[in-house]
C-alpha cells in the first residue's frame, strides 16, 4: 500500500515536472511580447542602425532605418518578416547611416504611420557635409513624407510611446546642437536618447552619443534614469563614444553593437573591444541579426549566424565539431605577431549536412597596425585546413609573413 501511494506521488511529481518543462518550452518557443532585432545594416566598410521593435505580437516600430547602401538589408529583413507597415519609424538624428534608408522604405510599398524626426539645423548640417549628411537629403525625405501625407512629428524629452504590458518607450535626452546645455554640439550628440521600458527589463537606446553630451547625462544628478540591463551602443562602438563613465553608469548585462565587422576590428573600436571583456557584447556586422526577445523580467539573446559565440570576455572553450558554432578565437594560445599586427582569428564552424568534417569559411583578420587604418582585411597568404583527430576535430592555420612561415593549430573538441 504504501509503497502504491509513493509510486503515484512520483507519478504526480514527474507529470507535474513535466508540464513544467513544456511549458517552458512552449513559452520559449511563442515569440514573447517584447522583440527587439538590431537589423545588419551593414555592408563591407559601412556601417548603421536600424532596430526593429515588435510589441505585443502586432506594433511594428524602426528606429533608425540605416544607410541608403544597406537599404537591400533592410527591405529584405522586413519582407522576411512580413512586414509592409511600421506604426512609426523614428529617426535618432541627421546622420545618413541613421536616415538614409527611409527614402527606400516610401519608394518599396511600406506603409508607414508617422515620422518622428528633429532635422538637425542646416547651419549644424553644412558643418558636416558632405560626409555625415546633406540638407538636400533631408529635404527630399521631408518633401517626400508631405507628399505621401505621412505627420513628421519632433520628439521632446517628454515624448513618450506608452503600450500594452508594461511596454513603454521614452525619450530621455533629445537636444538641437544649438541650445544644448552644455553648448553647441555636433550632429551625433542631437540623437534622440530612449529608453525602451518592457516591465522589469530596460534597454537604453543612446542613438550616436558622443563624449561631451555623454559626460552631461553621466553626470547628471538622475543618472539611475540610464541605468539598463541592454545597451544599444552609440556612434556604432567607435571613438569618440561616450565616455566608460558612462557604461558604467548604465551598467548593462549585455551590449548591442551596429557596426561592421571592419569597423569593429579597427583602432577606432579599440576602447569599445576592452569594455566589451567587462559587459558580453554582440556586433551585428559579425553576428548577422541580433534578436532579443524579453519576457518583462528576463532576455535573451539569439543571433542570425548561430550565434553561440561565447561573450568576448570568456577565455574560448573547446567548440563542439558537430554543433553549429560560431567560435571567437581571439586570444587564444599564443598571439602571434605579423608584421607588427597582431593576428585575431575568428572562425565560424558549421556542421556540413552529411555529417563530415565541419566547414570552415571565414578566416584571418588582423588588426589594424600603429597607422590606424581601415584595411584590416587586407588579404594575406592563408592555408586554413581541418582535420579529424579521433573524436575531435583540428584547425591549423597557415602564413607566410615577412618573419617566414608561420603556424596555429587549435584541437577543437
Ligand atoms: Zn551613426
Known amino acids: ?39 545588419n545594416v551593414n555592408t563591407g566598410q559601412q556601417q548603421g542602425d536600424a532596430h526593429l521593435l515588435k510589441i505585443n505580437h502586432s506594433v511594428h516600430i524602426l528606429i533608425d532605418t540605416g544607410h541608403p547602401d544597406c537599404a537591400d538589408s533592410l527591405l529584405q529583413f522586413l ?53 555625415g549628411c546633406s540638407q538636400e537629403e533631408i529635404e527630399t525625405i521631408l518633401y517626400a513624407l508631405v507628399d505621401r501625407d505621412i505627420p513628421v512629428i519632433p520628439m521632446t524629452s517628454n515624448t513618450q510611446w506608452v503600450f500594452d504590458n508594461g511596454t513603454s518607450l521614452k525619450v530621455l535626452y533629445i537636444y538641437d546642437g544649438l541650445r544644448t546645455p552644455i553648448g553647441p554640439t555636433d550632429i551625433n550628440d542631437t540623437s534622440a536618447i530612449m529608453m525602451l521600458t518592457h516591465q522589469k527589463i530596460r534597454i537604453l537606446f543612446a542613438g550616436d552619443l558622443n563624449q561631451p553630451l555623454g559626460r552631461y547625462i553621466t553626470q547628471r544628478r538622475d543618472i539611475t534614469s540610464i541605468k539598463a540591463d541592454i545597451l544599444k551602443v552609440p556612434h556604432h562602438g567607435a571613438e569618440v563614444l561616450a565616455d566608460n563613465a558612462f557604461f558604467e553608469a548604465v551598467q548593462p548585462q549585455a551590449m548591442v553593437v551596429p557596426a561592421s565587422k571592419s569597423l569593429w576590428l579597427s583602432e577606432r573600436c579599440q576602447r569599445l573591444r576592452n569594455l566589451a571583456a567587462q559587459y558580453p557584447t554582440r556586433v551585428n556586422g559579425l553576428d548577422g541579426h541580433i534578436v532579443i526577445k524579453s519576457d518583462g523580467y528576463s532576455f535573451r539573446m539569439e543571433t542570425q549566424w548561430h550565434g553561440n559565440r561565447p561573450p ?18 581571439a586570444g587564444a594560445g599564443p598571439r602571434p605577431v605579423w608584421t607588427g599586427m597582431n593576428l585575431h582569428l575568428v572562425i565560424p564552424i558549421r556542421q556540413s549536412n ?36 579521433g573524436h575531435r576535430c583540428m584547425l591549423a592555420a597557415h602564413w607566410i609573413s615577412g618573419s617566414g612561415q608561420n603556424a596555429i593549430r587549435w584541437v577543437l573538441r
Open 1 to 39: 500500500m504504501r509503497s502504491a501511494f509513493k509510486t503515484r506521488w512520483y507519478l504526480f511529481v514527474g507529470l507535474a515536472l513535466l508540464a513544467a518543462i513544456a511549458g517552458f518550452g512552449y513559452y520559449w518557443l511563442q515569440d514573447p511580447d517584447l522583440v527587439w532585432t538590431a537589423i
Open 79 to 131: 519582407k522576411e518578416q512580413g512586414v509592409s507597415r511600421l506604426n512609426a519609424v523614428i529617426i535618432t538624428h541627421s546622420h545618413r547611416d541613421h536616415y538614409g534608408g527611409l527614402m527606400a522604405l516610401l519608394n518599396n510599398q511600406i506603409t508607414i504611420d508617422s515620422v518622428y524626426f528633429n532635422p538637425a539645423p542646416p547651419y549644424l548640417v553644412k558643418k558636416e557635409t558632405p560626409w
Open 312 to 329: 568576448e570576455h570568456q577565455p574560448p572553450g573547446p567548440a563542439p565539431c558537430g554543433s553549429s558554432q560560431i567560435m571567437r578565437l
Open 354 to 389: 552529411d555529417g563530415t568534417l565541419p566547414t570552415v569559411f571565414a578566416g584571418v583578420c588582423p588588426y589594424p597596425g600603429s597607422d590606424g587604418g581601415n584595411d584590416v582585411f587586407s588579404s594575406m597568404p592563408l592555408d586554413l585546413r581541418l582535420s579529424r583527430l
